[in-house]
C-alpha cells in the first residue's frame, strides 16, 4: 500500500521503505489503523475534487500531535493539497 503516493509514479526501494516508515508513525500518533488513514486520504480527494481540479501527485496528508493549552497533546491533520485551478459549481 503506498500510502503517501497514492497516484504518482513508481518509486525505488528507499521511498518505499520511508513511506511506509511515515505510515507506522502516524499510525501511532493517531491511534488510527493504516486503512482508516488510507480511506481518510482517498475520501478528501473525492471532496476537493467536485470543486477544484488538484496536483495528486504532490497531495501530502499528514496527522501529527500538537500540544494544548492544557498541556496535553491532540492529533492534527495537516493537508498540503496543490490546486491546479477551479471547477465550475453547478446551483
Do not use: W
Not at 15 to 20: F, V
Not at 21 to 38: G, M, T
Not at 71 to 79: I, R
Amino acid at each position: 500500500m503506498d500510502f503517501f503516493g497514492l497516484f504518482s509514479r513508481k518509486n525505488s526501494s528507499k521511498d518505499m521503505a520511508k513511506d511506509r516508515l511515515k505510515l507506522v508513525l502516524i499510525h501511532d500518533r493517531a491511534n488510527c489503523s493504516p486503512n482508516v488513514l488510507e480511506m481518510l486520504k482517498i475520501d478528501i480527494i473525492k471532496v476537493i475534487s467536485n470543486y477544484m481540479e488538484i496536483d495528486e501527485k504532490e497531495l501530502d496528508i499528514q496527522i501529527t500531535q500538537t500540544q494544548t493549552d492544557d498541556n496535553g497533546n491532540v492529533p492534527v491533520l495537516l493537508a498540503n493539497i496543490p490546486i491546479k485551478s477551479m471547477r465550475k459549481v453547478k446551483n
